[in-house]
């Protein structure tokens, strides 16, 4: 009684079809009364089952799809661990030849100085002397200069990459992190540097996160020390550091700066290898920390991106899990 009951019915031509009766109870006089309500479910009963059909090929293609992601997902890793052992094995066989220029070049400057010795004997004509002294303090000199300058460029762009390569091979510890204090390390490692820029670098509320500790510090202290690198000095530097929580989506963490600025023809390729914010200036490095930053980043779950102005200042922010990946959240 009051509910809805699936039944067979029969058509005149004595084919059966699905059919819905319903039974409700009234009085009336005195009498009860009741009432049915038959219904045609043929129509629904399609329906049904076209839904359940179209339902039944979605979880097919998804679970097709998925697998051909985690396929896809497998291969890039197992290309990535090729590159980076190829890289490795690449930066390491140059090690051995690199060594020997060096040696050897370091060996010519001392030849030539002793050369240069041999000149000042009064038996050598003046005239062969001259030429002689003119040859050893111009192309000479200029040639040895040129190839210990190239040697030492090449010996940091062999440690880069070997930087680089092992990536992807370090065994993170990930582990519940006090970000602050692993700031605090970092600002106070950098303060001269601070102090002899005149900057001033604030830091706000940071929330912990979940990563590796020597991880998440490298990422700081990259982003930290580029921002010191890249203030302007014709106005007081300044530097900020916060964060905001997302809850189950992370945190994201910003280190701010006010210097020169990013042109933007650079943006879209700034967290490759060996690209320079800004080639003209003469600081130190290989252009690939924001690549190893970005490449930690994507091990520990994260992302990386920037927000810059010519002339204005840059802001670079970076996402960190607060858990570990699987974790369910209550969404009460």
């Not at 051909?68 to 291969?75: D, F, G, H």
């Not at 006090?178 to 929330?207: F, N, P, W, Y």
Request: aromatic share 6%; charged share 25%; glycine share 8%.
């Amino acid at each position: 009684m009051a509910e809805r009951r699936e039944v067979h019915g029969r058509r005149k031509d004595g084919t059966e079809f699905p059919a819905e009766i319903s039974i409700s109870k009234i009085e009336g006089n005195g009498e009860p009364l009741f009432t049915a309500i038959v219904r045609d479910a043929t129509e629904r009963k399609r329906y049904e089952k076209e839904i359940l059909q179209l339902n039944q090929e979605l979880e097919d293609r998804v679970t097709a799809r998925t697998a051909e992601l985690a396929e896809r997902n497998l291969q890039l890793a197992q290309k990535n661990e090729e590159n980076e052992m190829f890289v490795y094995s690449v930066s390491h066989d140059l090690r051995s030849p690199l060594v020997n220029l060096e040696g050897f070049s370091e060996e010519l400057a001392l030849v030539a100085r002793d050369l240069g010795k041999l000149l000042n004997d009064e038996k050598i004509p003046n005239t062969v002397r001259q030429q002689a002294a003119a040859m050893l303090e111009g192309g000479v000199a200029e040639s040895i200069s040129f190839i210990r300058a190239a040697v030492s460029r090449l010996s940091g762009i062999i440690d880069a990459l070997l930087r680089l390569s092992r990536v992807g091979r370090v065994v993170y510890q990930p582990q519940l992190l006090d970000v602050a204090a692993i700031v605090q390390r970092v600002v106070d490692s950098a303060r001269h540097t601070a102090e002899a820029k005149k900057a001033t670098v604030t830091v706000g509320e940071l929330s912990p996160t979940w990563g590796d500790p020597a991880a998440v510090e490298q990422i700081f202290a990259n982003l930290i020390g580029n921002a010191l690198n890249y203030l302007d000095s014709s106005r007081p530097g300044r530097i900020e550091i916060g964060s905001r929580n997302e809850g189950p989506k992370g945190c994201v963490y910003y280190v701010k700066d006010n210097g020169v600025g990013i042109p933007q023809a650079y943006l879209p390729k700034l967290f490759q290898v060996f690209q320079r914010l800004h080639p003209d200036k003469s600081i130190r490095g290989e252009g690939i920390g924001l690549a190893i930053v970005r490449r930690v980043l994507e091990r520990l779950g994260g992302r990386i991106w920037v927000e810059s102005e010519e002339g204005k200042g840059s802001t670079f922010f970076f996402t960190l899990p607060t858990a570990p990946a699987g974790t369910v959240f209550d969404s009460r």
